[in-house]
């Protein structure tokens, strides 16, 4: 893909609460900052929480705003299963592609308790989570459309964003403590865990990718028998190895560790260098290359101590995610994703998905086409997703960060910028919210760590 111009150019600081303290550096209300004036069309002067518009009046405009996100784009976009029309092909549509190497500020919606926590914008470190032990999984290959290809999954992932990190100034990089077993075991079913559990019997070198799949019911078969595995997976793409559990559970440590730190070191956020990715991962599914839903557990750690936002900034929509939280009212899971015509996981992450029961509302996915750009992307976060967020009114938010809308991504669809990514980091801490930013996609390895840099950079602002 030809390089791109520099998008998402304009900021705006932070505007404080009315209960902000007077000396609080940042309770001098708006002050621009312009890097350009070329982006300045979509700067946000949104209104103070009391007055932000309700989730149903939100709901009803995402749409027009994505539409005309996808129309700055120059590319068309589907956000209902009931559109079936299209004005434009993409070229390399699919989420498997070859060539892959193997192995502006937003008003504050934070509660004032949880404000006082932090007076300064940032302190001088941040704490970032990695175990060694997450290298110990190395899927070879998978299985896309019916090719084996090299697996997009590798350890050189992890790698370069830990060397990123260790060069980022103010980063305090360590391992968590333990494994999070009681925490796994509350969010996922006794089933699924016991295929991980079976698949750490196989032999040094052996891999198992399911390759039957039943119907998705309960009755399913016996977890210990992992030809059945089918039963538990959703995709061809995520193997077993006796080095799954291992390597998953260690990366939920990290998600856990990271949401702790927020609590007991009282910082403004925290970094879990999550892998494998956990956002496709349900209760008693794997796939996507995720076995434990990380995020989840990061925000199950929060939930006890307040209200808890998630925002997924993957290219794919977080299926997982939206699966666990779907039908409650206590947290609010906000999805900005691709297509799910053309992209993984295809039979989710629609506009029309907005939670059941108690939680119908409570869910907001919102799609943008192949070629976004950031300023079609900044347009939509901004005027769409933030305001759901602020009218939910968390105390935390668990932000899952995935880099495959980069421009240079083998496995995403939009154009994506490095400069993009820092801006997108700029605006999430002007929301005034603790974050806890868990780590999912992104397989572009040359530029990965210097995104994930570039992202923890705004945020740290």
């Known amino acids: 893909m030809r390089p791109r111009s520099r998008a998402w150019a304009s900021r705006t600081s932070w505007r404080p609460r009315a209960s902000a303290s007077a000396a609080d550096p940042r309770s001098s209300g708006w002050s621009q900052r312009r890097r350009s004036e070329k982006w300045s069309s979509w700067m946000v002067t949104s209104s103070p929480v009391g007055s932000v518009r309700s989730q149903s009046t939100l709901r009803g405009?995402?749409?027009?705003?994505?539409?005309?996100?996808?129309e700055e784009s120059g590319a068309d976009m589907r956000l209902d299963r009931k559109n079936k029309e299209k004005t434009r092909s993409y070229k390399g549509s699919s989420r498997f592609r070859?060539?892959?190497?193997?192995?502006?500020?937003?008003?504050s919606c934070a509660s004032p308790a949880v404000y006082e926590w932090f007076g300064p914008p940032m302190?001088?470190?941040?704490?970032?989570?990695?175990h060694p032990d997450q290298l110990a999984f190395k899927p070879a290959y998978e299985w896309a459309?019916?090719?084996?290809i090299d697996h997009p999954e590798t350890t050189a992932r992890a790698e370069a964003i830990r060397a990123s990190l260790i060069d980022l100034p103010g980063i305090d990089l360590r391992p968590p403590n333990r494994m999070p077993i009681e925490a796994i075991e509350a969010l996922h079913d006794e089933e699924l865990l016991m295929v991980y559990r079976r698949a750490a019997a196989l032999e040094a070198g052996e891999t198992l990718y399911p390759h039957v799949f039943p119907k998705l019911q309960r009755g399913k078969g016996d977890p210990s028998n992992l030809h059945m595995a089918g039963a538990w997976c959703f995709d061809?793409?995520?193997?077993?190895?006796?080095?799954?559990?291992?390597?998953?559970?260690?990366?939920?440590?990290?998600?856990?560790?990271?949401?702790?730190?927020?609590?007991?070191?009282?910082?403004?956020?925290?970094?879990?260098l999550s892998r494998p990715p956990g956002h496709h991962a349900q209760a008693d599914l794997f796939g996507g290359y995720c076995y434990f839903n990380n995020a989840?557990?990061?925000?199950?750690?929060?939930?006890?101590?307040?209200?808890?936002?998630?925002?997924?900034?993957?290219?794919?929509?977080?299926?997982?995610?939206?699966?666990?939280?779907?039908?409650?009212?206590?947290?609010?899971?906000?999805?900005?994703h691709g297509d799910p015509t053309e992209f993984f996981p295809f039979h989710c992450g629609y506009a029309d998905e907005r939670g059941e029961g108690a939680?119908?509302?409570?869910?907001?996915?919102?799609?943008?086409?192949?070629?976004?750009?950031?300023?079609?992307?900044?347009?939509?976060?901004?005027?769409?997703?933030?305001?759901?967020?602020?009218?939910?009114?968390?105390?935390?938010?668990?932000?899952?960060?995935?880099?495959?809308?980069?421009?240079?991504?083998p496995v995403g669809g939009w154009e994506l910028t490095t400069d993009d990514?820092?801006?997108?980091?700029?605006?999430?801490?002007?929301?005034?919210?603790?974050?806890?930013?868990?780590?999912?996609?992104?397989?572009?390895?040359p530029d990965l760590g210097t995104n994930a840099a570039a992202l923890l950079t705004g945020l740290r602002r």
Not at 98 to 107: M, Q, T
Not at 257 to 265: C, D, F, G, I, P
């Open 61 to 70: 405009e995402a749409s027009s705003v994505a539409m005309g996100a996808a």
């Open 98 to 107: 070859k060539g892959i190497p193997g192995d502006e500020r937003v008003p």
């Open 123 to 130: 302190s001088s470190t941040t704490p970032a989570f990695f």
């Open 359 to 409: 939680g119908e509302g409570y869910n907001l996915n919102l799609c943008l086409p192949a070629g976004t750009r950031g300023e079609a992307y900044g347009h939509l976060l901004t005027k769409v997703a933030l305001e759901a967020i602020r009218s939910f009114g968390p105390d935390f938010l668990v932000l899952s960060a995935g880099f495959d809308g980069y421009e240079k991504d």
């Open 296 to 336: 989840a557990i990061a925000t199950e750690t929060l939930r006890p101590h307040g209200k808890v936002a998630i925002l997924d900034i993957d290219f794919h929509h977080g299926n997982g995610t939206q699966s666990l939280y779907y039908g409650s009212d206590e947290v609010f899971v906000c999805s900005i």
């Open 421 to 445: 990514f820092e801006t997108l980091g700029g605006i999430l801490a002007g929301m005034g919210l603790p974050v806890v930013v868990v780590q999912e996609g992104g397989y572009y390895t």
């Open 236 to 272: 061809a793409g995520t193997p077993l190895t006796r080095n799954t559990w291992t390597a998953a559970a260690w990366s939920a440590a990290c998600a856990q560790e990271a949401a702790k730190a927020v609590l007991e070191e009282k910082v403004p956020m925290a970094y879990a």
């Open 145 to 148: 459309f019916g090719e084996r």
